[in-house]
């Protein structure tokens, strides 16, 4: 199901440029109404379910519903997003709760390894990229005709 707004709780991250569920959404799906200074989803059909907007929401405005597979009636699962950690809260129909904490980030801001800090061992040449034409120095891949 597509993430949507809570109209009570959204402040329009106080009516800044850009909100944050505009800044983070991968689709370009949420924006702002400039009459309400409320941000809404613009085009639920073709929103991912990602929870980008939903982890980054300051008010904790946004929300999506699960699917019954997934969080079947009656559950719910609520990230609340900290400087260092997001917190996923799971109710379960029954009434039980867990709780997950994971890291947003592992290493500052801007300080990202591309390597991710393992030795680089990819031979740009070798076979391992057989299915890229210049990992074989053919001017395209071939195909059976």
Do not use: H
């Not at 440029?17 to 983070?24: E, L, M, R, V, W």
């Not at 799906?29 to 073709?46: G, I, Q, S, W």
């Not at 982890?55 to 946004?62: D, G, L, N």
């Amino acid at each position: 199901m597509p993430s949507f707004v809570n109209p009570e709780k959204c402040d329009g991250c106080k009516a800044l440029d850009k909100t944050a569920c505009q800044y983070i959404c991968p689709n370009d799906l949420m924006v702002l109404n400039a009459d309400t200074m409320k941000a809404y989803n613009r085009e639920p059909d073709m929103c991912w379910e990602c929870y980008n907007c939903v982890k980054i929401c300051p008010t904790q405005a946004v929300d999506v519903r699960g699917y019954a597979d997934f969080v079947p009636m009656g559950a719910s699962v609520v990230p609340l997003r900290s400087t260092d950690s997001i917190m996923w809260t799971v109710k379960f129909r029954n009434g039980t709760l867990k709780r997950f904490k994971f890291p947003i980030r592992t290493t500052p801001e801007g300080k990202a390894e591309p390597s991710g800090g393992f030795a680089e061992t990819a031979d740009l040449q070798g076979l391992a990229l057989s299915a890229e034409p210049e990992a074989l120095g053919l001017p395209e891949v071939w195909t059976r005709k």
